[in-house]
């Protein structure tokens, strides 16, 4: 017997993972006394619109969205010369929408960036009394995710949009328990239990290390760089029109570092970005055969975090460091159950 075209394509749908894809999870404030705040998108007319994190198929970073209907408005960081930066939805016009906490009482808390550790900034509901209450997405069996604010550069304007300049994305990041600061390897894990060294590999054939860095209070999402020569340089996925993307460190003057997992045995095997997912890209390194390895950044104490690439837009083209164009940042994420 045919299935009927309408029900193969949700067959489809749900085997592929789009409808997990369109899960909504809550976000709140958590006040001193331990109770649950709505986080509310309120306009100047005093219209509330829901603010959500939306989950991906990955599960690793999450976007953070007003919702009105079927329209979802960016949430941000804003640029402000204030001690405490605002976050702010922006509708397509360039329209600004306030961010608040709501109390049962019906006070209205501003929600602040209020603190950096790296390249993650701290995002908090101001208390009646001054106090921080922390900000969580939150889903329907309930798990948690920190809401945060993510920077990929170190310039004050992260970016732009709706024609509205951000300091910074506001993102739902997976709970970490590195701490910092401190110096974490990054290896390959081979099959046979073993992990692999990565290195940077310059034009000589000299190896250089490739660390994942831990700053003190961030334990959300860790810097990956090389360490060449005494400079510390940034590690991307570039594009390629293979299917499998390089990874490679880029020099101050636009120097390019392979990067590379040794086998014991002398072989050098590559590193690439395999399979784009959403705003992510899972990194392996390419085994003699073929097959992938999972990369890790692993501390002194064991614990162990996913490496992956991680976008920030739609475009082809995420960025240039150093006059070179890339297409993903590289970055250390906690672990997620089942993950790759």
């Known amino acids: 017997m045919k299935l009927p075209?309408?029900?193969?394509?949700?067959?489809?749908?749900?085997?592929?993972?789009?409808?997990?894809?369109?899960?909504?999870w809550?976000?709140?404030?958590?006040d001193s006394s331990g109770q649950f705040l709505d986080v509310k998108a309120i306009d100047a007319n005093g219209r509330q619109f829901d603010v959500k994190a939306l989950q991906s198929d990955h599960g690793y970073v999450m976007e953070v969205k007003a919702?009105?209907?079927?329209?979802?408005?960016?949430?941000?960081?804003?640029?402000?010369?204030?001690?405490?930066?605002?976050?702010?939805?922006?509708k397509p016009d360039g329209t600004i929408i306030d961010i608040k906490a709501l109390t049962p009482a019906g006070q209205r808390l501003d929600v602040k960036a209020v603190g950096a550790a790296g390249n993650i900034i701290d995002i908090k509901a101001i208390g009646p009394d001054r106090s921080y209450y922390g900000i969580k997405a939150i889903s329907k069996t309930?798990?948690?995710?920190?809401?945060?604010?993510?920077?990929y550069s170190k310039a004050p304007e992260e970016g732009t949009v709706n024609n509205v300049a951000f300091h910074a994305h506001v993102k739902a990041l997976l709970p970490g328990a590195a701490q910092g600061p401190?110096?974490?390897?990054?290896?390959?894990?081979?099959?046979?239990?073993?992990?692999?060294?990565?290195?940077?590999?310059?034009k000589s054939g000299e190896l250089h290390d490739v660390k994942a860095l831990v700053d003190s209070g961030n334990s959300n999402m860790l810097d990956i760089k090389a360490f060449v020569a005494g400079n510390v340089f940034p590690v991307k996925v570039l594009k390629a029109d293979d299917k499998l993307s390089p990874v490679k460190a880029i020099g101050t003057d636009g120097t390019i570092y392979d990067i590379k997992a040794l086998m014991p045995g002398g072989a050098v095997l590559d590193v690439k970005g395999v399979q784009p997912q959403g705003n992510l890209m899972h990194i392996k390194a390419?085994?003699?055969?073929?097959?992938y390895f999972g990369v890790k950044a692993c501390s002194r104490a064991g614990q162990f975090y996913d490496v992956k690439g991680i976008k920030s837009s739609d475009a082809q083209t995420e960025g240039t460091i150093n006059g070179i164009p890339f297409y993903a940042h590289l970055k250390a994420l906690p672990q997620l159950l089942g993950g790759r």
């Open 5 to 24: 075209i309408p029900l193969i394509a949700l067959i489809v749908l749900l085997f592929s993972g789009t409808l997990r894809s369109q899960e909504i």
């Open 26 to 30: 809550h976000v709140k404030a958590v």
């Open 67 to 90: 919702l009105d209907n079927q329209n979802k408005w960016p949430v941000k960081v804003l640029i402000s010369q204030d001690r405490f930066a605002p976050v702010k939805a922006v």
């Open 142 to 151: 309930g798990q948690l995710r920190d809401i945060k604010g993510v920077k």
């Open 182 to 202: 401190s110096i974490w390897h990054v290896k390959a894990v081979h099959p046979s239990g073993k992990l692999l060294k990565l290195k940077a590999l310059d």
């Open 286 to 291: 390419i085994g003699p055969d073929g097959n």
